[in-house]
């Protein structure tokens, strides 16, 4: 099973500001099939990023994705209001297809 | 519009069993890969199962295997996961979702409650 660990836990930034979160793979994945998804309180996640680097359907962008093998990142550029939320980065290299344990992005 | 819409969520006791629907409408959906994510009260997300446009093939996290079993009907355009031997670390909101290497599409998740 491939373990995906994300850093920092919580990153606490203002509107305006650059974010970068960072997603580490325990074995190379595969296609660089890693995909992005921001979850906010009682919703469903939502898919930002797919293939490491592509945007979703409607997803603004100052919302990438970057890395290959084990080490990916989701930058957001300059953070909206509706940015604030948890962030979770999943692999589909190999099954089971895990998810990291998200990062909360707050406000500063 | 693409939905998805889960269901036969509630409280069932240790031991019980639950059988979950996902009703899909708006998209082709034997052409999907179909999986379940299920997130535990407060808690991270958590790959499930998942199964083919066919449902020839089928996959499951470890904690789950023997237990529970994902499968689909083309026909009715839905997808189920039925349940048994339910602990209470199986206690979660779930999630369907569609996509092969990843889920564009989600419901809103039903909840699942293990608890005598």
């Known amino acids: 099973e491939i373990v995906l660990t994300q850093s920092p836990g919580t990153l606490s930034l203002s509107p305006g500001e650059r974010a970068t979160l960072s997603c580490r793979a325990s074995q190379i994945i595969s296609s660089n099939y890693l995909a992005w998804y921001q979850q906010k309180p009682g919703q469903a996640p939502r898919l930002l990023i797919y293939?490491?680097?592509s945007r979703a359907t409607g997803i603004p962008d100052r919302f990438s994705g970057s890395g290959s093998g084990t080490d990916f990142t989701l930058t957001i550029t300059r953070l909206e209001p509706e940015d604030f939320a948890v962030y979770y980065c999943?692999?589909?290299?190999?099954?089971?297809?895990?998810f990291g344990q998200g990062t909360k992005v707050e406000i500063k | 519009e693409v939905q998805l819409v889960e269901s036969g969520g509630g409280l069932v006791q240790p031991g019980g069993s639950l059988r979950l629907s996902c009703a899909a409408s708006?998209?082709?959906?034997?052409?999907?890969?179909m999986t379940w994510v299920r997130q535990a009260p407060g808690k991270g997300l958590e790959w499930v199962a998942n199964?083919?446009?066919?449902?020839?093939?089928?996959y499951y996290v470890d904690s789950v295997k023997g237990r529970f079993t994902i499968s689909r009907d083309n026909s009715k355009n839905s997808l189920f996961l039925q349940m048994d031997s339910l602990r209470a670390e199986d206690t979660a909101t779930y999630y369907c979702?569609?996509?092969?290497?990843?889920?564009?599409?989600w419901g809103q998740g039903t909840l699942v409650t293990v608890s005598s």
């Open positions: 708006g998209f082709s959906f034997s052409d999907h890969w």
């Open positions: 293939d490491t680097s």
């Open positions: 199964i083919r446009r066919d449902g020839g093939e089928k």
């Open positions: 999943q692999q589909s290299g190999s099954t089971p297809r895990t």
């Open positions: 979702a569609s996509g092969t290497y990843s889920h564009g599409y």
